[in-house]
Structure formats: C-alpha cells, structure tokens
C-alpha cells in the first residue's frame, strides 16, 4: 500500500460525511445549536529523512485531518466551534515511515530491511490564548511495530486574524519494539555487516527531543495554507544506536498544505 493510496483513503473515509456538510464562511462563528461536528480536511507533502536516522532526504505526501469541535445533544461536547477561541481538541493522528530497504544505502549494508510502517492513534490538545499543550499515542503496525508518541508546547500568536504562528519544545517516544525494528542490530545482522556494526538491543522511552514550528494562513474562507518545519535530536537508547551513528542524529522535516474547514449538523 503506497503512501498516496493511504493519504486517498483516509481523505475519501472522513470526507463522506463533509461532502454534504455546509462551509464555514467567513470569519463569524456558526451557532451552536446548528453544529455537531467542526472537522478540517486537506492534504500536503514535506521533506523528512529518508529512514529513521537517515542523513539524506526525501518527499512524502501527508493527511490534514483535524476535529475541532464534536457535540452529542445531551451527552458531552468538546472543543470550540469558533477557532479562535481555542480550548480542549481530540482528533485523529497519523504517521508513517517509508520502507528501509538497507541495500540503498551504503551505510546500512548487511542489516535487515524494514518495510513501509504506518501509524494511527489519537491527539489531545488544550489551547489558551498565547499557549498550547498536545500530546499524541499511535500505534504502529506494517515494517515496525509498537507504539509511539509525542508530547509538546507552543507559544501562539496571531499578527492577523487570518494568520497563526505556533513554535515550541517537542519530544517523541516509542515502545522498544518499535525501537529495536529501527535502531536494533542483531547478532545476525552484525555478521551480515561485517562487523561494522555491534550488537545493539534498544529499550523504550524517549527517542528525540527537539524544536517544531507552524504557521496557518487563511487565503480566503474556510480555506488554510499550512506550513510546518522541525528540528528533532536522537536521545537515550535511539541516540547510541549504531544505526543513528551511521546516519545523522539530527532529522529535520518541512511541509506544506491546504486544508478547508467544514461544519456538520449531525443531530
């Protein structure tokens, strides 16, 4: 399964309900009583490492996919409809590592390939004013397997009312299956290599520590340009990998998008 056809068919699932669902038109807030459901859909592509610990780059399409607001009349609701008030969030997340296939790359000769790996988990996030908190689990499955996650900050501003920047501390983490599938060497595959690399058997926690920043730019209404760019640093288990000792420690990734804002009267 390519990462396009993943990126199609997540986009084609959740936008079956918003295909009939009215816009958000300009800046003024629906009423509540009108709103079940606030969802944001789009699509983009950035430059990330080519695998993990990879010191050379590649492109890769990504999913936008953001719930805003959800109400059930008489059970619960979260998050605001209007987005500039902020507030606590739940929405999907998503990740995805391409294939490592270790005859590529000088570097990794002798060591297992790892194929495509996915990920699918939830966001959580509070927002206020001039701050946020989020932090996001998913679970991975295909090449590697296991869990992952990150947590993070950021300081908000908004110079117009149609522009947004956020920048801030983030750290990621993973379970150690997930982390001996990419940063483990088995005896095996430390004969397979010659003996370039030792044996290495990576345990869970922390694996980077690092920088992110987004800005978001409504052009025109309900309709965002999204841009994004990191800075992650290998630490812990990850860090000594030989793996990350023959790549690069530092990753940085880019990307850009555009995503527009539906609104569902569901009830």
């Known amino acids: 399964m390519s990462r396009t056809t993943f990126v199609l068919c997540t986009l084609a699932v959740l936008g079956t309900g918003a295909a009939a669902a009215a816009d958000l038109e300009g800046n003024a807030a629906p009423k509540a009583g009108d709103t079940d459901v606030v969802i944001e859909l789009g699509a983009g592509g950035g430059v990330v490492p080519q695998y993990e610990g ?8 990504f999913p936008i996919v953001n719930l805003d607001y959800l109400s059930v009349p008489g059970l619960f609701s979260f998050g605001s409809i209007d ?12 990740g995805y590592v391409g294939k490592r296939d270790s005859g590529d790359y000088d570097e990794l000769e002798g060591l297992r390939d790892v194929d ?23 679970y991975a499955f295909g090449g590697a397997e296991g869990i992952v996650g990150d947590l993070g900050a950021s300081l908000v501003a908004r110079p117009l009312q149609t522009l947004q920047v ?62 994004d760019a990191s800075w992650n640093r290998f630490v812990g288990d990850a860090k000594d990998s030989p793996i990350v000792k023959a790549g690069d420690e530092n990753q940085y990734t880019f990307g850009l998008g555009i995503s527009k804002r539906f609104q569902l009267d569901l009830f």
Do not use: C, H
């Open 54 to 61: 990879s010191k050379d780059y590649r492109f890769s399409p």
């Open 83 to 94: 987005p500039q008030r902020g507030g606590f969030s739940i929405g999907p997340s998503f």
């Open 116 to 138: 495509t790996t996915y990920q699918a988990g939830v966001r959580l996030g509070y927002e206020w004013n001039y701050a946020e908190i989020y932090g996001a689990a998913r």
């Open 166 to 227: 956020k920048a801030g501390p983030v750290a990621t983490f993973a379970s150690g299956e997930y982390m001996n599938d990419y940063f483990g060497v088995s005896p095996a595959e430390s004969i397979g290599s010659g003996g370039r690399f030792d044996d290495y058997d990576p345990k869970s926690g922390f694996k980077t520590v690092g920088a992110a920043a987004s800005a978001r730019y409504e052009f025109r209404p309900a309709w965002f340009v999204n841009a």
